[in-house]
């Protein structure tokens, strides 16, 4: 999975959508090593660099929002903290620290203009928190303030990118500087929501959704009827976005609830954090209702006790032996 390039850790999706068996961890090690491109191994402990002007290599070609930059090799000696220009200013949402972004970025060093990895080429954005232990550091400092619809240019001393252990995966040595150019396509937190059109609920003998899109958890109305004994996976709030496929890791918003009680018993609104999961490391009720859905749309989850978890539930998870579950997903972004 090149587009992984920057991360520290692969997030992990919540213990009570796993599958059966901890496959997170070594399928996140088999990612890592297949990959060609850079991944930091460890969390910097040093301080907040200060955020300089310059020097900046000069964006030769490319020069649009979207477009894969060309960036000239650097000239001089780098600044040995985080240098950071905003060359086109969006007018979107403030990404804050914390934050999910969706981002297209290049990559390349200081001395040769060598490209060390690049998202244009891969026609698939990046989608990463800029949180600590998930990014490496000068990512989280040069981006944290700027908007939806910039274009930011950097550069990084080792001190906040792969550290004095360089990556030698992407050819990068312990004393390179590195230089950056981030278009920023997205941003997301606790508050985000579905976008898209409404689409009517007219079985009455499913559960009813909100269609609230003010960050805070849709209500879910089960009705006093018998539970489905096939999988529902039905559109709430159509969204514009790419369909996801088998394959994909996603970042959602999420309420789960018993059929027969209706009391929750998973949420990240609760938590007040976002998730991000392999559609192939859920249960099947969630990877076969989530295939074929659009971005950005909300969609009613329900799912009988042989695509759940049937006499086998997560221990601790309030889900009792062949429950029906309930769930209404925001998917927010395609990673």
Same mark, same amino acid.
């Given at each position: 999975m090149r587009r992984r390039s920057l991360l520290i850790a692969v997030p992990a999706g919540m213990a009570t959508l796993a599958a059966c068996g901890d496959e997170d961890s070594d399928s996140s090690k088999a990612s890592e090593s297949a990959s060609p491109s850079?991944? %930091?191994?460890? !969390?910097? %402990? %040093?301080?907040?660099? +200060?955020?300089?002007?310059?020097p900046l290599p000069a964006i030769t070609a490319g020069t649009k929002f979207g477009e894969k930059p060309t960036v000239a090799k650097g000239s001089g000696d780098p600044s040995d903290q985080v240098a950071v220009k905003t060359v086109i200013a969006g007018g979107g949402q403030t990404v804050a620290e914390n934050d999910y972004i969706q981002a297209n970025y290049l990559g390349q060093i200081w001395d040769t203009a060598k490209v060390f990895d690049n998202s244009y080429d891969r026609k698939t954005p990046l989608v990463i928190q800029l949180a600590q232990g998930s990014i490496i550091d000068s990512w989280r400092y040069a981006l944290a303030g700027k908007k939806v619809g910039s274009r930011v240019l950097m550069s990084t001393a080792p001190t906040w990118g792969y550290g004095k252990q360089g990556n030698s995966q992407a050819g990068i040595k312990g004393t390179d500087t590195l230089v950056f150019v981030v278009d920023?396509?997205? !941003?997301?937190n606790a508050k985000s929501s579905a976008k898209g059109k409404t689409v009517a609920q007219d079985d009455g003998k499913l559960p009813k959704v909100s269609t609230n899109t003010d960050g805070k958890a849709p209500t879910i109305d089960v009705p006093k009827a018998d539970a489905p004994t096939k999988l529902v996976a039905e559109y709430v709030i159509e969204g514009d976005g790419d369909e996801v496929k088998a394959e994909? !890791? &996603? =970042? &959602?918003?999420?309420k789960g609830v018993l059929w027969d009680t209706g009391k929750e018993f998973d949420s990240t609104y609760s938590r007040k954090s976002l998730t991000s999961f392999s559609l192939?490391?859920? *249960? +099947?009720?969630w990877a076969q209702g989530l295939t074929g859905k659009k971005v950005g749309s909300r969609v009613l989850i329900v799912i009988p006790p042989k695509l759940g978890y049937g006499d086998n539930p997560p221990a601790g998870s309030g889900i009792s032996k062949d429950s029906t =579950? &309930?769930? !209404? *997903?925001?998917? =927010?972004a395609k990673m």
């Open positions: 850079p991944s %930091a191994s460890e !969390t910097s %402990a %040093a301080p907040a660099p +200060k955020i300089v002007d310059g920023i396509e997205g !941003t997301f994909n !890791t &996603v =970042l &959602v918003q999420y192939q490391q859920v *249960v +099947k009720g =579950l &309930v769930f !209404t *997903v925001d998917i =927010l």
